[in-house]
């Protein structure tokens, strides 16, 4: 049904206004009469209503975490300016540019006309906006303060997806060089080294080890090179459909990544700035701490940590001190434990897990940047290994019978 939802479908009408003047527009809704009944609303007679044929040749955009970071934003703007909600959707969808996201919002927006509330028209689409970002919707509108926790959700998601864009990095840079690199070296063994090989089979000398080496690796790459591209590509694919379909993948890959030299330090900083920024955004807002554990532990984005969050929550609810619980996972540095300890004594829990969350924001950035200047010289070398090793091993039989002649 979520899906249906978010399919809303592109209306163009035609109608004339209170004065007779023929008026033309578009709007988005889930069926003719709705839109007749909006356009009647607005104070126009609707003569002529059909759906938008779509483009000849259009391609659908997806819907990013970064389309509804800025969608928060500027809803949250919208509303502290006073503008009415209905209202602040026509504007926001009107100027997006993803057409999907445009969709996405009409839809809401025909939701919240008919007469839901905000929470549940967010809820009909799952995909797009968490239980997180709903329960927060949800006890603004109950608390009266919807301004305020949308401007919090916008801080909230911004930070998030600042993280996650730089975990992002510290992963694809040594990812992408090696990728090239291996390209790079397939191309030597099948197109270049053929033409030395041709060249060394009039020398009637013995080849040097490394060149003998090569040459075997690039007529085994010629051989069977669509085996060896073909099986990665399948290996590839395989892996990555079970890790969207597994669970236990994608749990066992989870833990595998955070026992990985550097970059799985920057997950833990990363996750632990996640847990700290979520739970303060909730607990600012009002949620209770045993119910709001839930959504953190959704929003973890390591099964590691959401496990921990859940044994966090089970321990609360029975009585147990947050800083406590927290302790006993083991997950968590002393550090952040007795920071949340303070907090809890001092009554600015929010406040000191807003700090957590700043300081590990920052630990990762910078260990990004840290990673990054060692990883390129690591690299270079890397690659001079690999590509220089081809190619004095293609040159040392010339200078073989250099040394000869």
Known sequence: MAEKAIQATTFTWVGADKRGTKVKGELQGNSIPLIKAQLRRQGINPLRVKKKPKPLFSRSQKITSKDVTIFSRQLATMLSAGVPVVQAFDIIGRGHENPAMQTLIGTIRSDVEAGNNLADSFRKHPRQFDELFCNLIAAGEQAGILETLLHKIATYKEKTESVKAKVKKAMFYPTAIIIVAFIITAILLIFVVPQFEALFSG?????????????????????????????????????????????????????????????????????????????????AAGVPLVESMTSVAGAAGNVVYSNAILRIRDEVSSGTNLNAAMAHTGVFPNMVNQMVAIGEESGSLDSMLGKVADFYEEEVDNAVGSMTSLIEPIIMAFLGVVIGGLVIAMYLPIFKLGEVV
């Open 203 to 283: 020398f009637g000398a013995d080849l040097p080890a490394l060149t003998l080496f090569v040459v075997r690796l690039s007529e085994a790459f010629q051989a069977y090179w669509h085996i060896i591209f073909g099986g990665i590509g399948a290996a590839g694919f395989l892996f990555v459909n079970a890790h969207r379909k597994s669970k236990k993948v994608r749990n066992a890959v989870d833990r595998l990544i955070l026992q990985l030299p550097v970059v799985g330090n920057i997950l833990h900083k990363a996750a632990i700035a996640r847990y700290a920024r979520t739970l303060s955004t909730m607990f």
